[in-house]
């Protein structure tokens, strides 16, 4: 392989960056560009094979059988079902490495189909197993008579009276708003309970934060030193693991614990003391755990889990066995991140080395790594009042501390922000669907705030004030056409703000977290 010094190689980054952004979005100007680079130059030629080469060994069986006279996709804008679909599957490689604009057309239109059988095989394998996961549940429980819905699960939690302390999970139908089951958690949250004159009460910090997770017919939850795996269709226990004695251990500011379900591995963070636990989803053993005082994940994307290590590093860490695969120094500590496109996305504490006196503490950098390989891309200040999810649609979108602003992910320029009064007593939460941003934050005086915001140019299509729990974990849960607001006890339509269906609220119990899928 060729060498090249450190700036060649930081220019081959961001030129495979940009090849991969491009073949994202199908941006076929771009791509050619880039190809016609190719051809006069070897090495680069070899990084853009290399990028592929395992996939396209995955799918050449399929391509087998696909004809390259197949027509060119055209460039109009696909139904967001198939914008979807094309996001979600890999970027498919061109057959041999001979060369890479023998017939661009031809090579454009592979790609597409491939992407587009890859995708039908990928929904026909779902279709599959769900309904083999359906009938499985059916014959273990008994349940033949009974239907799989969307369901919502909210996680109550009892704060007075001889049950203070104890936890319930409730699914109900996410279209009607019809309770389905429950189930009891054997080990309540941990709290300080208390006992006036025989009436038992508890202290309650959100900071220890539960989560809840709808996948595969599974309803998975985390919190106090355990992971429960539950059957979807009834609410029966399929597996229960504790993890460690620790109790938890979380400082307002820290990251947050996070339950995350992904290729057939659970990872829990933050449930005993900062430690990250893997499990494997179908059984609940422990494959591997990451010791943290704090917690400790940061972001699961692809096989990899990315946490914070000694305040002021990331690791990439092998899902499988928990192996790293690198470290990246970002000299202050972690604060929130995503992944999308194979891009790292952090946000990282302001640094007072560089401002002792603390007079930009509102402004952090906001730094894009390559995901594979860690090596950084670029490196922007960002406004954030407090810390704020980070989520990836066309922009990057953050919330400043008072509005929603969006920044290119290219290069890290500002491009827009919310307009309006607007206000938060600490916590937020960020989501998308269907080609929106829907943020959720608290106001002064009870009350949360929803928006859906086009990520385009930052225009605010519906704003609606609900009343809920003050939470520095806010919630809001996008799923079909709807969105989920489970401390607010409501879910609303995504088109227009407009409520659905709520539940009651029930005297001395509260709703701590929240959780939506089939």
């Given at each position: 392989m060729l060498k090249h010094d450190r700036q060649q190689r930081l220019a081959y980054e961001k030129t495979l960056y940009r090849y991969s952004t491009a073949l994202e979005r199908g941006d076929f100007?771009?791509?050619?560009?880039?190809?016609?680079?190719?051809?006069?130059?070897?090495?680069?030629?070899?990084?853009?094979?290399?990028?592929?080469?395992d996939d396209y060994q995955k799918e050449e069986p399929t391509m087998s059988h696909v004809s390259s006279k197949q027509p060119p996709a055209t460039e109009e804008t696909p139904p967001p079902d198939l914008n979807r679909s094309l996001r979600s599957q890999p970027e498919q490689a061109p057959r041999t490495r001979k060369r890479w604009l023998t017939t661009l057309r031809g090579i454009a239109a592979v790609a597409i189909v491939a992407i587009l059988i890859g995708s039908a095989l990928l929904i026909f394998s779902a279709i599959n197993a769900?309904?083999?996961?359906?009938?499985?549940?059916?014959?273990?429980?008994?349940?033949?008579?009974?239907?799989?819905?969307?369901?919502?699960?909210?996680?109550?939690?009892?704060?007075?009276?001889?049950?203070?302390?104890?936890?319930?999970?409730?699914?109900?139908?996410?279209?009607?708003?019809?309770?389905?089951?429950?189930y009891t958690v054997p080990k309540g949250l941990d709290g300080k309970v208390f006992d006036t004159k025989?009436?038992?009460?508890?202290?309650?910090?959100?900071?220890?934060?539960?989560?809840?997770?709808?996948?595969?017919?599974?309803?998975?939850?985390?919190?106090?030193?355990?992971?429960?795996?539950?059957h979807a269709l009834d609410g029966t226990l399929i597996w229960q693991t504790d993890l460690g004695t620790m109790d938890q251990h979380v400082v307002i500011g820290d990251f947050l614990p996070?339950?995350?379900?992904?290729?057939?591995?659970?990872?829990?963070?933050?449930?005993?003391?900062?430690?990250?636990?893997?499990?494997?989803?179908?059984?609940?053993?422990?494959?591997?755990?990451?010791?943290?005082?704090?917690?400790?994940?940061?972001?699961?994307?692809k096989g990899v889990a990315y946490v914070t290590a000694n305040e002021h590093y990331i690791k990439a860490l092998d899902g499988n066995d928990g192996h790293t695969l690198w470290t990246k120094d970002v000299q202050t500590m972690p604060i929130s991140a995503t992944v999308a496109n194979n891009v790292f996305y952090v946000q990282v504490m302001h640094s007072l080395v560089d401002d002792p006196k603390?007079?930009?503490?509102?402004?952090?950098?906001?730094?894009?790594?390559?995901?594979?390989?860690?090596?950084?891309?670029?490196?922007?200040?960002?406004?954030?009042?407090?810390?704020?999810?980070?989520?990836?649609?066309n922009m990057l979108v953050l919330f400043d501390g008072s509005h929603f602003c969006g920044y290119h992910t290219s290069d890290g320029t500002h491009a827009w922000c919310t307009t309006g009064p607007q206000n938060t007593v600490s916590g937020v939460h960020i989501a998308s669907n269907n080609g929106s941003i829907y943020g959720i934050f608290n106001l002064d005086g009870g009350r949360q705030r929803v928006q859906a915001i086009n990520p385009q140019n930052g225009k605010i299509y519906w704003s609606k004030d609900v009343d809920g729990v003050v939470s520095n974990a806010p919630l809001i849960l996008p799923f079909?056409?709807?969105?989920?607001?489970?401390?607010?006890?409501?879910?609303?339509?995504?088109?227009?703000?407009?409520e659905l269906w709520h539940f009651d609220a029930v005297k001395n119990v509260l709703v701590i977290a929240g959780g939506v899928g089939m």
């Open positions: 100007d771009t791509i050619i560009t880039i190809l016609h680079e190719a051809e006069d130059d070897p090495y680069l030629e070899h990084l853009i094979f290399e990028m592929h080469q769900s309904h083999n996961l359906a009938k499985n549940q059916q014959t273990s429980t008994g349940s033949s008579n009974k239907t799989l819905h969307n369901i919502v699960v909210d996680a109550e939690l009892t704060l007075a009276g001889s049950t203070a302390g104890r936890e319930v999970l409730t699914a109900r139908d996410a279209s009607t708003g019809v309770k389905l089951w429950s025989g009436k038992k009460g508890l202290v309650h910090s959100d900071s220890a934060n539960p989560n809840l997770v709808v996948q595969d017919h599974v309803v998975y939850f985390a919190g106090n030193k355990q992971v429960l795996a539950l996070s339950l995350v379900v992904e290729q057939g591995r659970v990872y829990a963070s933050g449930y005993s003391q900062g430690n990250l636990y893997t499990l494997d989803a179908k059984t609940g053993k422990i494959i591997w755990h990451y010791d943290a005082s704090q917690p400790a994940l940061l972001s699961v994307n603390g007079s930009h503490k509102d402004q952090r950098p906001l730094i894009a790594l390559n995901a594979t390989t860690g090596t950084q891309l670029w490196s922007v200040m960002s406004q954030a009042g407090n810390p704020t999810d980070l989520v990836v649609q079909g056409d709807s969105l989920v607001l489970p401390l607010s006890r409501s879910v609303l339509d995504q088109a227009t703000g407009k």
